[in-house]
């Protein structure tokens, strides 16, 4: 995407808030908020197994499988791993032509808690793999189809799928009109710690459910450095090294022999030390004052299973001052081939610049290199800490209260990063305060939850007939 397309997402500051909720309600003509509603696979519609192919030629062969292995398991792992086919349906769709910077990737259990550079706990979108600038009303619909796909899982009836969605949608839609009424340094400093997660969860849940919360605030805070340390690393000789647990965490020393190995550490040395430069001044202080101890090679995720992955253990003041970081490669978005590309040539910082945008607040140590590989290949990543207090939903033990609770606290959440980066007002004059758009958005939830089940059956069939390798694939 061109500069000028990128910046379009933010209003012109000459013109006024009546003239840009115009702007909102001239979209509605263009495309009326009903028409969300419509999901019908196109004609010509891509075979979904083939794009999950195109991404898998780019990926590190052995690791393949253990990605297919984990999306034939289920619809819902099916569809964290299935951004690029619902990107390539969402083209087809009906856009209001208003735009913001996405997640791209903004189903439930991308949105967690996590930590503060000042210590506090937040609650925020944490995955931004695939973000880019485009409609805003795709990682809502995402979020949406993902709630029901969820909500099916747990055998939750129409009725029950329903009030979720649409709670979700307005929770979403009512926080835009919100914003659209507050300053630009207010939105700035929007976010939602600790605190406000107890009184949002108080007032939507039953004393029992509110338990949960509580005990997955704690569970996250004992998540840091510290504990990975404890459970990732031996003392073999000692020397403090990350043990291994192939295929999933493999110490870069047992992947190459003595001499490529060697020149494997140089370079890793060489992308801390560079990666540095993109931190701001004092964070690159506090990076010099660890040294990197070792490295492994990671499976991460569902859909990023395959792509390169390395986490580095790094001590600073003694044995028990460790620093986990994370270099996780980052390709072209999957929705470049439909939004266009994106105006940073460095797929890192393009990661690293999204996620500053639409975050609250981000990790101390993110930041972005480009790496010369051992095959002679270029490749960019963006590097973080493992663990920061993070944590991680589990919508398998919800209730539909539970369930609708997190959906409104996530329909906030992505109304509040929309509207740091698109025109907030007109997004909100264009969504109105009745309910079109959430009514219009449960019905393509369900709908496209429904395509959503018979492509992974789509994946399953292919691995039993051997057109693909699953590494595990569950009893028929």
């Known amino acids: 995407m061109s500069r000028s397309a990128t910046t379009a997402m933010r209003a012109s500051p000459h013109i006024t808030p009546g ?42 062969p ?80 995402r979020l949406s189809a993902s709630l029901v796909i969820a909500a099916r899982a747990n055998g939750f009836d129409d009725a029950e799928r329903l009030r979720i969605v649409s709670a979700t949608v307005r929770s979403y839609r009512e926080a835009m009109i919100r914003f659209a009424g507050t300053g630009n340094l207010d939105i700035w400093y929007t976010r939602i710690d600790a605190d406000l997660l107890e009184t949002f969860t108080a007032g939507r849940l039953h004393k029992r459910g509110r338990k949960k919360p509580a005990r997955a605030m704690a569970k996250a805070r004992t998540r840091d450095s510290l504990q990975a340390f404890d459970k990732l690393t031996e003392t073999v000789a000692g020397r403090v090294r990350i043990a291994a647990d192939p295929p999933l965490l493999i110490p870069a020393g047992d992947l190459l022999p003595d001499v490529e190995r060697s020149a494997l550490e140089r370079q890793f040395r060489d992308l801390i030390e560079r990666y540095g430069s993109t931190l701001v001044s004092d964070r690159r202080a506090l990076l010099e004052d660890y040294r990197l101890v070792d490295v492994a090679r990671k ?30 490669e980052a390709d072209t978005s999957v929705l470049a081939a439909h939004l266009g590309a994106s105006r940073y040539r460095n797929q ?52 539909p209260m539970d369930m609708t ?29 009745g309910g079109a758009f959430d009514r219009a958005l449960a019905t393509f939830a ?31």
Request: with cysteine.
């Open 62 to 141: 052995e690791l393949v499988p253990i990605r297919y292995g984990r999306m034939t398991e289920s619809p819902f792992r099916f569809y964290r791993g299935a951004a690029a086919i619902m990107a390539s349906d969402l083209a087809d769709s009906p856009r209001s032509g208003l735009t913001a910077q996405l997640c791209g990737d903004a189903h439930l259990l991308n949105f967690r808690l996590l930590a503060s550079p000042e210590r506090k706990l937040m609650f925020d979108i944490n995955d931004f793999d695939e973000t880019l600038p485009g409609p805003w009303e795709w990682d809502v619909k």
């Open 19 to 60: 003239e840009r909720a115009a702007l909102g309600k001239e979209a509605r003509r263009r495309s009326p908020r009903a028409s969300h509603a419509v999901y019908r696979p196109s004609p010509d519609r891509p075979d979904p197994l083939a794009i999950l192919e195109e991404q898998s030629a780019a990926r590190v």
């Open 348 to 399: 890192g910082e393009r990661v690293v610049s999204g996620q500053r945008l639409m975050q609250a607040t981000s990790d101390i140590f993110l930041g972005w290199e480009r790496v010369d590989g051992l095959d002679g290949r270029q490749r960019d990543f963006y590097v973080r800490q493992l663990r920061d207090w993070k944590g991680i939903a589990m919508p398998e033990t919800w209730s």
């Open 299 to 328: 499976v991460v995720g569902v859909g990023s299973v395959g792509t390169r992955c390395w986490i580095f253990l790094l001590i600073g003041r003694d044995g028990r001052d460790p620093l986990f970081l994370q270099a996780k």
């Open 446 to 476: 369900e709908a496209y939850a429904d395509q959503n089940e018979h492509d992974h059956q789509a994946l399953v069939d292919a691995v039993r007939a051997g057109r693909l390798s699953a590494a595990e694939l569950p009893a028929a």
């Open 405 to 433: 609770a997190f959906g409104e606290l996530c329909g906030v959440t992505l109304a509040r990063a929309h509207a740091r980066s698109g025109d907030r007002i007109a997004i909100a004059a264009y969504l109105g305060r």
